[in-house]
């Protein structure tokens, strides 16, 4: 089975920390990808990317960044967290082969709060 | 563009009873479609997917979803809810080849006992 682990299920910040999500894949997949996730509003993509040291935008890149210098290692970055940043973020991996077709898999989230 | 509505916020249920959560898609492109299920404080996890073969597709726990093209629809169902089934639901479409995937806004689904 695919393990997508996310470093920390619960994380407490405070505003203007830098702040930094890990997730780690174990299947070689090629894609990764960041969510964040709100009461009402689903889940809207950050972040991905599709190879070592490549990232594309998502649907609400503001406010973060994100490094991939190994292939199973996908970091999101809060460079200076605000209170509008306090959410759930969950991590995911696919293949690139027949990408279209196939899942993605994701993590359990971390819950991070900022103060 | 293309997009996923879930046609219910939140669905409540007995238990033994059947299962509809509703799923409507839009796509320019043939799609690939999923459904994920959410249970509290976890990540989402794959219930089942269409990929263009068979349009009845079953997957874990009793689930099915039937792939319907005239009506857009890509609807989840259970013959009969058990409370573990309890948790929010999501479905999800890839339709224009790419690397993502677009999410409805989710379903909550309550079984009562």
């Known amino acids: 089975d695919v393990k997508v682990t996310q470093s920390s299920r619960y994380l407490v910040k405070r505003t203007g920390e830098k702040v930094f999500l890990e997730c780690v894949q174990d299947?070689?997949?090629?894609?990764m990808f960041w969510y964040r996730q709100d009461p009402g509003l689903g889940l809207r993509l950050i972040y991905f990317?599709?190879?070592?040291?490549?990232?594309e935008k998502g649907d609400i890149p503001e406010g973060y960044s994100v490094s991939r210098e190994k292939k199973e290692r996908f970091s999101l970055i809060l460079e200076s967290a605000s209170t509008n940043q306090t959410s759930m973020y969950l991590c995911?991996?696919?293949?690139?082969?027949?990408?279209?077709?196939?899942?993605?898999?994701f993590g359990d989230g971390t819950r991070l709060s900022i103060l | 563009a293309q997009s996923v509505t879930q046609l219910d916020s939140h669905v409540s249920v007995s238990e033994g009873t059947p299962v509809l959560l509703r799923c409507n898609y839009s796509?320019?492109?043939?799609?690939?479609l999923f459904w994920y299920v959410q249970h509290p404080n976890k990540g989402l996890q794959l219930l089942l997917k269409?990929?263009?073969?068979?349009?009845l597709v079953k997957g874990i726990n009793g689930f099915e979803a039937e792939f319907k093209k005239s009506e857009t629809s890509f609807h989840l169902t259970k013959p009969s809810a058990h409370m573990s089934d309890a948790a929010e639901y999501f479905c999800?479409?890839?339709?224009?080849?790419?690397?993502?995937?677009?999410f409805g806004k989710g379903t909550k689904l309550s079984v009562i006992p």
């Open positions: 990317s599709y190879d070592v040291k490549m990232k």
């Open positions: 299947m070689d997949h090629e894609n």
């Open positions: 999800a479409l890839n339709g224009a080849g790419s690397y993502q995937l677009t």
């Open positions: 269409y990929t263009s073969a068979a349009t």
């Open positions: 995911a991996s696919s293949p690139m082969f027949g990408s279209r077709y196939q899942p993605q898999h």
């Open positions: 796509s320019s492109y043939s799609p690939s």
